[in-house]
């Protein structure tokens, strides 16, 4: 928990009132779960089903543990690729939209929105930017949390984390080897 969360036991039910008429009741074990929100009252008699019926296209933050999906914010376009809902999130360093499940499995869906444009990015997008090369794209997209993404690789190739081959135009990590582990080519 960090220092601006307070934890409260559960006991015997907590209730937390968030504004005059809102408030969030929790019973016993968790269950028994209802929310107020202005004049609407929504009860639940499971965790579970609370948690069921909350639309994970809408929520700003998730997170599946099984399969280490992380989606951060909201980024939906339509098939023409105009943006249809957009939302920022807090993730790491800075305000974005980042979804792991889409650069996985969607290559064509937008998977990055940096910080400080709306510039959307897909899995495509970042492959490009790596010559092509999905194991540096990943490292790329793994990385960045309010940064465009080139800016990143700028600063990667500034400091000698990665390198471009003066021969065969690969991409590879500068510290794993001293000529390019590709074609042999030294003094890249
Ligand atoms: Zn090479």
Same mark, same amino acid.
């Given at each position: 928990?960090?220092?601006?969360?307070?934890? $409260?036991?559960?006991?015997?039910?907590?209730?937390?009132?968030?504004?005059?008429?809102?408030? $969030?009741?929790?019973?016993?074990?968790?269950?028994?779960?209802?929310?107020?929100?202005?004049?609407?009252?929504?009860?639940? *008699?499971?965790?579970?089903?609370?948690?069921?019926?909350?639309?994970? #296209?809408?929520? #700003?933050?998730?997170?599946?543990?099984?399969?280490?999906?992380?989606?951060? =914010?909201?980024? $939906?376009? &339509?098939? &023409? =690729? $105009?943006?249809?809902?957009?939302?920022?999130?807090?993730?790491? *360093? =800075?305000?974005?939209?980042?979804?792991?499940?889409?650069?996985?499995?969607?290559? *064509?869906?937008?998977?990055?929105?940096?910080?400080?444009?709306?510039?959307?990015?897909?899995?495509?997008?970042?492959? #490009?930017?790596?010559?092509?090369?999905?194991?540096?794209?990943?490292?790329?997209?793994?990385?960045?949390?309010?940064?465009?993404?080139?800016?990143?690789?700028?600063? *990667?190739?500034?400091?000698?984390?990665?390198?471009?081959?003066?021969?065969?135009?690969?991409?590879?990590?500068?510290?794993?080897?001293?000529?390019?582990?590709?074609?042999?080519?030294? =003094?890249?």
């Amino acid at each position: 928990m960090g220092r601006k969360y307070k934890e $409260i036991k559960n006991g015997r039910g907590t209730t937390l009132q968030i504004n005059q008429n809102d408030y $969030i009741s929790i019973g016993r074990d968790g269950e028994d779960v209802m929310l107020r929100c202005k004049d609407k009252v929504l009860a639940f *008699q499971t965790w579970e089903q609370f948690v069921g019926a909350a639309d994970p #296209s809408k929520c #700003s933050y998730k997170y599946d543990y099984q399969k280490g999906n992380v989606v951060i =914010g909201i980024c $939906i376009v &339509d098939g &023409d =690729g $105009i943006l249809q809902e957009f939302k920022r999130a807090y993730y790491r *360093q =800075g305000w974005i939209f980042k979804n792991s499940y889409a650069f996985k499995n969607e290559p *064509q869906k937008p998977c990055y929105v940096p910080e400080l444009s709306n510039t959307i990015y897909t899995r495509e997008d970042f492959l #490009s930017m790596c010559n092509g090369q999905a194991d540096i794209a990943e490292i790329v997209f793994e990385a960045v949390d309010w940064q465009h993404p080139e800016t990143y690789l700028d600063e *990667q190739y500034a400091t000698g984390e990665m390198t471009i081959c003066g021969v065969c135009g690969k991409i590879f990590l500068g510290y794993e080897a001293e000529s390019c582990p590709y074609c042999g080519a030294n =003094g890249t």
